[in-house]
């Protein structure tokens, strides 16, 4: 598989669109790998701080409704 960017073989995947980078082109980003609430009705996240991101997607901070799942 070859960079999104550049064409050149590819040395990972964005985690959040699965687009492939390089090493070159590869960024990192914080994602959010699980959320959860404690037993005293504290919300906690299991955090990746470094995660692989190719620059071109653009993950959206807030949620969005799927209104045709219900």
């Known amino acids: 598989m070859n960079c999104w960017k550049c064409d050149r073989p590819a040395h990972g995947i964005c985690c959040f669109c699965g687009r492939a980078v390089c090493k070159e082109h590869a960024q990192t980003l914080v994602r959010i790998a ?37």
């Open 34 to 70: 699980h959320i959860y609430h404690t037993r005293d009705g504290k919300h906690m996240a299991l955090v990746v701080p470094d995660a692989l991101y190719c620059g071109e997607c653009q993950p959206r901070q807030d949620p969005i409704e799927l209104e045709s799942l219900e």
